[in-house]
């Protein structure tokens, strides 16, 4: 059973960081692609960042550029995301993503984690 895990989700004040970790489990992620998504309350769910599956290749949403940095490990089935000057806006719950096709969207995952929640305050 394939399985996506996150972690190190919590309260923060605004301009503190956060680093969320996901661990997949239950096949071979080699040659998926894996990235984070996040959901407020009354959102839709939207884009934050991927890497490709070699990780040499990372992209983004305009409004976490140069603020998160998205990495793979060395087995590639965990993904990691550093959060760093975090604003109240970037308050949602945030999902572990894993498909084979580039770029990652909403749509055309196959494989989703049950999220975790960030809040940050004012």
């Known amino acids: 059973q394939v399985q996506l895990v996150e972690s190190g989700g919590g309260l923060v004040q605004a301009g503190d960081s956060l680093r969320l970790s996901c661990a997949a489990s239950g096949r071979t992620f080699g040659g998926y692609n894996m990235g984070w998504f996040r959901q407020a309350p009354g959102k839709e769910r939207e884009f934050v960042g991927a890497i490709f599956w070699t990780g040499g290749n990372t992209e983004y949403t305009d409004s976490v550029k140069g603020r998160f940095t998205i990495s793979r490990g060395s087995a590639k089935n965990t993904v990691y995301l550093q959060m760093n000057n975090l604003r109240p806006e970037d308050t949602s719950v945030y999902y572990c993503?894993?498909?084979?096709?580039?770029?990652?969207?909403?749509?055309?995952?196959?494989?989703w984690g049950q999220g975790t929640q960030v809040t940050v305050s004012s």
């Open positions: 993503a894993a498909d084979v096709s580039w770029p990652l969207r909403v749509g055309y995952i196959n494989y």
